[in-house]
Nanobody
């Protein structure tokens, strides 16, 4: 069955970097559009980044130029490299794929201190 497992979150100071991973099983990441979302306390879940099946990427305006989404087909894993982190990037980050059903991972907490 489809499974998404995020990792790599943690506590970092403003201006620092983190790399999130989303290990997928039950399907091939290179055949689907893969997305990262985030949800801050008291806020709605919001789109962060997408990489489609041909490798094209797109980003939310708030992270464009600081975050990079990529994938490793051999590892069937999607990454989110986050640089120049800001306190407002603090959230739980989720990996997502849409097939006939919307699949989500369990999330990984990112906390950016000022």
């Amino acid at each position: 069955q489809v499974q998404l497992v995020e990792s790599g979150g943690g506590l970092v100071q403003a201006g620092g970097s983190l790399r999130l991973s989303c290990a997928a099983s039950g399907f091939t990441v290179s055949k689907y559009a893969m997305r990262w979302f985030r949800q801050a306390p008291g806020k709605q879940r919001e789109f962060v980044a997408i990489i489609n099946s041909i490798g094209s990427t797109n980003y939310a305006d708030s992270v464009n130029g600081r975050f990079t989404i990529s994938r490793d087909n051999a590892k069937n894993t999607v990454f989110l490299q986050m640089n120049s982190l800001k306190p407002e990037d603090t959230a739980v980050y989720y990996c997502n794929v849409v097939m006939l059903t919307n699949y989500w991972g369990q999330g990984t907490q990112v906390t950016v201190s000022s």
